[in-house]
């Protein structure tokens, strides 16, 4: 099970971005090295508190499967907008609305106040556990 891998590649010490990217992408072909570094910059919302890296990752594993090589096929590129927008609407509905790292933790992590919260409450094993879970079973369930 996906879930699971990406689950035990964050508890690792992985990045979340990493543990999503990597539980997936060796399905379409990626070694586990590449998919480690390549997706490395996408933890803690880009490494700003953006985007939550779980949900960047799972965008990318998206295009794995149906991202379009050729400018002039449209309709791939249409397919895959239309499934990366599937992945976020139900990483929302199951979030609260909210996707972004910051909004997540209910912190900034690049303050030195908001990186006290989320070690002290423990946020990095807790919360970001739970976002890696979520990402995961999403793209899961959506046959990835």
Avoid: W
Wanted: aromatic letters at 6%; one cysteine or more.
């Amino acid at each position: 099970m996906k879930t699971e891998d990406a689950k035990d590649i964050f508890e690792s010490g992985m990045e979340c971005s990493q543990a999503i990217f990597t539980a997936f992408s060796g399905k379409y072909g990626l070694d586990t090295d590449s998919a480690l570094k390549f997706s490395t910059g996408l933890s803690a919302g880009m490494c700003c508190g953006g985007v939550c890296g779980a949900v960047s990752a799972a965008v990318l594993v998206i295009g794995l499967k149906h991202g379009h090589t050729k400018p002039e096929d449209v309709a791939t590129k249409n397919t895959c907008i239309g499934k990366v927008r599937e992945f976020l609407s139900a990483f929302e509905e199951r979030n609260e609305g909210r996707i972004h790292c910051r909004d997540i933790l209910d912190c900034d992590i690049f303050t030195p106040e908001g990186l006290r919260k989320a070690t002290d409450e423990e946020l990095f094993t807790t919360v970001c556990t739970d976002m890696v879970v979520k990402a995961a079973t999403i793209l899961e369930e959506q046959g990835y």
